[in-house]
């Protein structure tokens, strides 16, 4: 948005717009109607944040409305270097719309900055008093709004500070949650896609003998916290070196893993997931929000803010040494799994998962056949180490191949039936594709910003 300083003349013509655009919408609909604009200090009327802000409020409003039935019958807006403007027609009683106008003002964090004048269908001006509430507070210290502005308590750079930081701080829990809210519901979706060879679904616990799809909806409430806070560590480092993120993240995960083994009474259900969709969400909060949706760019940065992971991670293991099933298959046969994914931007993920989702949402399939088939296209182009874990590098190299091969025979998209046979044979040799699952959720995490824009 290109910005641009008002002058008085610019401020007057606004007004005078407003109030013969008011006075047109009131003759026509003869209706009670709400004009919506924003308190800004200062010579920027509007800029980014602010119509940002504008926008959050225009959400707030016609959610509230609709919450107690008061339907909008018109309704527009002006941008202007010189401000935001909405009106809104409603079918409401003026005093009860006021009521809702001023609760939003009253209580949202940033309704301070949010002016929402009711007129009824004459066109008189439906005051707070009539309400029995208090006066406007002043945006810095409190006070009777009116009396600070008349006598200029505060200089314009006081409250321009005080506007930048309360829509700053709003944005970062819009956007912290958003992101957590995402999170958590793509390990929803994963859990529930049905059936998962193996793994736990709706139909069964897989090969999973200690957790059911409960544990998994328990676990994943627990860490809606922990993927806010990655967010809000990606924007709090958003300056700094991408591995400066990383650096903070681990420790993060390292708590979540601590509320996911409290949640589960000690089951391992998501640490796979706690480690990829953490880069993720960290890497969400490093950049801008208008990248989001652009799915190279979140997954570079994921995979800037891992480079030299498996390096870092693996220098001095030995045969002798090693601890975990991931150090194991490194040394024997290279595999660098999970950390090798975010560290290459999670390219099944890219490459595989979201293009197949994709086609079988193209083709008509729902969400859940369509993470079907996103599953086993991960699996056949990864090496999964929770299969290599349950068995040994010749069997994940095995059903590996198999899987492929039956994908190729039905195009990509294996029948109800023969996912059912699948699931079958995988929990007769106690085989589990927990990683494959972990980047499907990632899958279904990418697909949700995308469809959320």
């Known amino acids: 948005m290109q910005v641009r300083q008002v002058e008085l003349p610019d401020m007057l013509e606004a007004r005078e717009r407003r109030y013969w655009a008011q ?7 003869h209706k009670t109607l709400v004009c919506f604009t924003m308190n800004i200090a200062g010579p920027i009327k509007n800029n980014d944040g602010i119509l940002r802000g504008f926008r ?6 016609t959610e509230q409305l609709a919450s107690v039935g008061i339907p909008v019958t018109f309704q527009a807006e002006i941008t202007e270097f010189t401000g935001n403007e909405a009106f809104y027609v409603v079918e409401g009683e003026p005093l009860r719309v006021k009521a809702l106008t001023c609760e939003i003002e009253d209580n949202a964090p940033v309704g301070r900055l949010f002016d929402m004048d009711v007129l009824d269908c004459d066109g008189n001006q439906v005051s707070r008093k009539g309400l029995s509430l208090s006066e406007r507070k002043c945006l810095i210290c409190g006070g009777p709004a009116k009396a600070c502005s008349s006598r200029r308590v ?6 321009q500070e005080k506007t930048a930081d309360i829509l700053r701080t709003t944005f970062r829990k819009e956007d912290s949650d958003r992101v957590a809210e995402l999170a958590v519901r793509s390990l929803l979706y994963e859990v529930a896609t049905t059936p998962k060879p193996g793994l ?27 993927f806010a806070e990655c967010v809000e560590i990606g924007m709090d480092t958003a ?16 708590q979540a893993e601590s509320a996911m083994n409290r949640a589960t009474k000690g089951v391992n259900t998501h640490k796979g997931a706690i480690f990829s969709l953490g880069i993720l969400c960290g890497a969400l909060g490093r950049l801008e929000v208008s990248l989001w949706t652009d799915t190279d760019t979140v997954l570079n940065e994921c995979a800037a803010m891992t480079e030299g992971l498996t390096a870092a991670d693996f220098t001095g293991v030995t045969e002798e040494n090693a601890k975990t099933v991931g150090q194991r298959l490194f040394l024997r046969y290279g595999i660098t799994g999970v950390r090798g994914q975010a560290e290459e931007g999670f390219p099944a993920v890219k490459n595989i998962g979201l293009p197949t989702l994709q086609k079988g949402l193209d083709r008509g399939h729902s969400l859940n056949d369509a993470g079907c088939s996103a599953l086993l296209a991960i699996l056949t182009h990864t090496d999964d180490t929770n299969l290599i ?8 190299l095995r059903v590996t191949g198999e899987v492929r091969e039956l994908l190729k025979a039905h195009d990509g998209s294996l029948p109800l039936t023969e996912l059912e046979r699948l699931d079958m044979a995988f929990i007769r040799q106690n085989l589990s594709i927990g990683g494959s699952a972990d980047l499907l959720a990632m899958t279904y995490f990418l697909y949700f910003l995308k469809e959320n824009e």
């Not at 959050?56 to 409003?61: D, E, F, I, S, T």
């Not at 505060?154 to 409250?159: G, I, N, R, S």
């Open 23 to 29: 006075q047109a919408l009131l003759k026509k609909h």
């Open 56 to 61: 959050l409020g225009q959400r707030m409003l």
């Open 154 to 159: 505060h200089t314009v750079a006081e409250l």
């Open 200 to 226: 736990v679904d709706r139909s069964n616990s897989g090969s999973h003998r200690d957790m059911d799809i409960f544990t998994f909806m328990a676990s994943s409430a627990a860490l809606h916290p922990y």
């Open 239 to 254: 300056e700094l070196e991408p591995h400066e993120t990383m650096k903070r993240l681990r420790w993060a995960g390292k």
């Open 389 to 396: 874990a349950r068995s040994d590098r010749e069997t994940q």
